[in-house]
C-alpha cells in the first residue's frame, strides 16, 4: 500500500534559518502530495501540494518541489520565523485528487528567537 | 472561508461505553467526510470516507459495527465510538471536502481518553 515517511521526530532552529524538512513516498499510482501545517490546539491546514514531476510549488515562504525519480516532495523555506513553529504533516493522496490521502508521522518544528 | 468544526474538542469515556462527536461543515457543502483517527505515537489514520448518495467505505482495521458513521447532510457528519477501551483513545480528526476536485478541509479534532 501507499506509505509517507517523515524522516524527523523533531526539528529545532534558530530564527532566520532555512529549514528542509524530509518527506519520501511509496504508491504505484500517479501520486498527488501534500503538506499539511497543524499549530498547537489548531486543525491542520494545506500548506502546499503538487503533482507536476519537478516543479517547484510554494506558498507563504515555503517551497517544495515532486521529484518522481527520488519519490520525494521535502518542505523547505529560507528563513524561518518564530511563526513556523508547529507540526508538518507530508501527504499523500493516489492519482488526481484520490479520496484517501496517506499521511506521515509528522516534523515539530520548533524555532527559537 | 470553509471551515470544520468538530466536538466536544476533548472527552473521557469509561472503558466499555460509547462516545459520539460530531463535524459541522461551514462556508461550504460536504459531500464527502473522512473520519481519521491519530494514536498516540502515530500518524493519522483513515477511518473511513462517507460520501453523500454513496456507501460509507471503511478502511481495514475499521468497522461499521464499530465506528458507526452518519452523514444525513451536506453539512454534517458524526461518528460514534462504540465500546471505547484504551486503544481506542486519541485525536479523532474530521475533513471535509466539496468533491473530487477540491482539497480537504480539516476541523480541530475531538481527543477522546479512556479510563
Known amino acids: 500500500g501507499d506509505s509517507v515517511t517523515q524522516t524527523e521526530g523533531l526539528v529545532t532552529l534558530t530564527k532566520g534559518l532555512p529549514v528542509m524538512l524530509n518527506c519520501t513516498y511509496q504508491t504505484t499510482y500517479s501520486p498527488f502530495l501534500f503538506w499539511y501545517v497543524q499549530h498547537l490546539n489548531e486543525a491542520p491546514k494545506l500548506l502546499l501540494k503538487?503533482?507536476?514531476?519537478?516543479k517547484r510549488t510554494e506558498h507563504q515562504g515555503f517551497y517544495a518541489t515532486l521529484h518522481k525519480s527520488s519519490s520525494s516532495f521535502h518542505l523547505q523555506k529560507s528563513s524561518v520565523q518564530l511563526s513556523d513553529s508547529a507540526l508538518y504533516f507530508c501527504?499523500?493522496?493516489?492519482?488526481?485528487?484520490?479520496?484517501?490521502?496517506?499521511f506521515g508521522t509528522g516534523t515539530s518544528l520548533l524555532v527559537d528567537p | 472561508g470553509a471551515l470544520v468544526y468538530q466536538y466536544p474538542r476533548r472527552t473521557i469515556c469509561k472503558s466499555g461505553t460509547s462516545m459520539r462527536m460530531e463535524c459541522q461543515a461551514v462556508?461550504?457543502?460536504?459531500?464527502?467526510v473522512a473520519w481519521y483517527r491519530q494514536s498516540p505515537q502515530k500518524t493519522f489514520e483513515l477511518i473511513a470516507l462517507s460520501t453523500v448518495n454513496s456507501a460509507i467505505k471503511y478502511e481495514q482495521n475499521f468497522t461499521q459495527e464499530k465506528f458507526p458513521i452518519s452523514h444525513p447532510n451536506l453539512s454534517f457528519s458524526s461518528m460514534t465510538v462504540l465500546n471505547a477501551y484504551l486503544e481506542d483513545r486519541g485525536l479523532y480528526l474530521c475533513g471535509a471536502r466539496r468533491g473530487a476536485n477540491s482539497d480537504y478541509t480539516f476541523g480541530s479534532g475531538t481527543r477522546l481518553l479512556v479510563i
Open positions: 503538487s503533482s507536476t514531476d519537478n
Open positions: 501527504a499523500l493522496s493516489e492519482g488526481n485528487m484520490g479520496y484517501k490521502l496517506t
Open positions: 462556508g461550504f457543502q460536504a459531500t464527502s
